[in-house]
C-alpha cells in the first residue's frame, strides 16, 4: 500500500510539474501552447501581438575566429500548438526570421561564408528555409569604418485548409566559416516570428432563416398584445 501512494504521489508531482511549464498565450484569433521547459535558452523572450507569436533570440549567433573549421549553431523550438478560438478557422502559417552578419577579409569572398536556414514544419510535414546568398563581405578597412553588421531575412510559410488547431516546430541552423586568422565570418538572429492567418467561420443560412422567423413571430406577439 505504502509503495502505491508513493507512486501516485510521484506521478501526481511529475503532472504538477509538467503542468507548470505549460503555456498558453493569447492572439487575436488563435491561442499558443508549449512547454517553456523545452525552449532553449538562445531563442530568449517571448510574446504575442495580434496572431503573431515572436521570439527574441540571445546569443544566437555562430562565429569562425579563422581556424578553418566551420562553426556552427544549431537549435529547435519546442512543437507549438495553434488553436483556433471560437467563430475562426485557420488558413495558414507563415515564418519570418531575421539577423546580421559580417564577412571580413578578402573580397573575393572565397575565403569566408555564412549562411542561415532550417526547417518550418507545420503538422509534421517538412518546409526548408534559407537567408539565400550572404554575399556582402568587407575588407578590414571598410569593416574598421562600418562596423554595423549586414542585415538578413528568411521566410517560409504553409497552407492550412480551415483547420481548428495545428502543430508547428522550427529547427534553425546558422554556419559561419573563414580559412585563415586574418579572416573573420559571424552571424547571428535577431527575430524568430511565426504568423497565422485566419478567418471567421461563415453563419450558416439556416441561422438567418431561424432568426428572421424569430423576429417575425415576437413582431406578431407584440402587435396581438397591443390589439
Known sequence: MNKLKQALVAAGLAFAASSASAVTLHGATVDFSFDESLLNGLFGTYSVVGDELSFSPVAFEATAPGTGLPVI??????????????????????????????????????????????????????????????????????????????DWWATQSAGL???????????????????????????????????????AVPVPAAFWLLASALAGLFTIGRRNSAA
Open 73 to 150: 549553431t544549431q537549435s529547435t523550438t519546442p512543437l507549438i500548438t495553434v488553436t483556433a478560438k471560437s467563430g475562426y478557422t485557420l488558413t495558414g502559417a507563415n515564418l519570418f526570421e531575421q539577423g546580421g552578419y559580417e564577412r571580413w577579409g578578402n573580397t573575393a569572398g572565397d575565403t569566408t561564408v555564412v549562411g542561415a536556414g532550417g526547417n518550418f514544419y507545420v503538422n509534421n510535414l517538412s518546409n526548408p528555409f534559407s537567408a539565400g546568398s550572404l554575399d556582402d563581405v568587407k575588407t578590414w578597412a571598410e569593416a574598421a569604418a562600418d562596423t554595423a553588421p549586414t
Open 161 to 199: 485548409d480551415s483547420a481548428e488547431s495545428a502543430t508547428v516546430k522550427i529547427t534553425n541552423v546558422l554556419l559561419a566559416w573563414s580559412s585563415s586568422p586574418a579572416d573573420y565570418a559571424s552571424i547571428n538572429k535577431t527575430l524568430v516570428s511565426i504568423g497565422i492567418d485566419t478567418t
